[in-house]
């Protein structure tokens, strides 16, 4: 199975050219809605898309570019563990979408209380967040809603109601801890519970994205 592997960036131009070179063995689609992190791009491999504002627009597009038989949808500042395209080759033999466990790129300890209880929920409920590196089958793939936030768990959660098989890998992928330290590690973790119980609750996630911070 061929991977291919669903960038979204928007002024990632500090981080876009180190990320592609951490991936290998894979067909690599960077998505932009400003062109600015395109234009940085130095390898020529790159299928760079340019398309409209928005997260769930960005993916939309970059996974039409895609060719593979998996697409895997990564944050400019997340960092995959080592041998993960064999990990996940050999988890879509038995599912049909998945992620990494949750790992957070900062030692201090409460981001492992952090990491700890993201991954009991992830087991729990089958529904991953988008800083674990999702995947999915691409024939599975039937589009992000065009919501302004939690794009990635209405796919997912749009995949288990479905009721297609998940499979999590048990290695964590190193998602960047800049948003708990640019906004505080209790404040970003209570409002993200906090957002998540109002969209379980029935609130349409545009109605939450004001409470968000910077997301495009």
């Known amino acids: 199975m061929t991977i291919s592997v669903v960038i979204p960036v928007f002024n990632e131009q500090n981080s876009i050219n180190c990320a592609i070179s951490r991936l290998n063995d894979c ?9 600015r992190t395109l234009d940085i791009i130095a390898s020529e491999k790159v299928i760079k ?6 997260r769930g ?3 939309n597009k970059g996974a ?13 500042d997340t960092k995959l563990p080592e041998n ?16 990494f466990m949750l790992g957070i790129d900062n030692k201090r300890p409460v981001f492992r209380i952090i990491e700890f209880f993201s991954n009991i929920r992830c087991r729990l409920t089958r529904i991953p967040y ?16 065009h919501y302004r936030i939690f794009e990635d768990f209405r796919l997912m959660q749009d995949a288990k109601r479905a009721g297609l098989k998940f499979g999590l ?15 505080g590690v209790l404040l970003t973790t209570f ?12 609130v349409h996630p545009d109605n939450l994205k004001t409470h968000y911070g910077d997301t495009r």
């Open 27 to 35: 067909e690599i689609v960077v998505s932009d809605c400003n062109g």
């Open 49 to 54: 898309v340019m398309t409209l504002k928005g």
């Open 57 to 59: 627009v960005q993916m």
């Open 64 to 76: 039409e570019a895609a060719t593979g038989d998996i697409l895997l949808f990564l944050h400019c």
């Open 84 to 99: 993960w395209r064999e990990s996940v080759v050999k988890c879509m033999e038995t599912s049909d979408y998945g992620a």
């Open 130 to 145: 988008g800083d674990q590196a999702i995947f999915m089958k691409k024939e599975c793939f039937h589009g992000y809603k």
């Open 169 to 183: 890998i048990n290695k964590k992928v190193q998602t960047s801890a800049r948003r708990w330290e640019k906004e």
């Open 191 to 202: 409002r993200n519970w906090y957002l998540t119980l109002r969209y379980l609750s029935g």
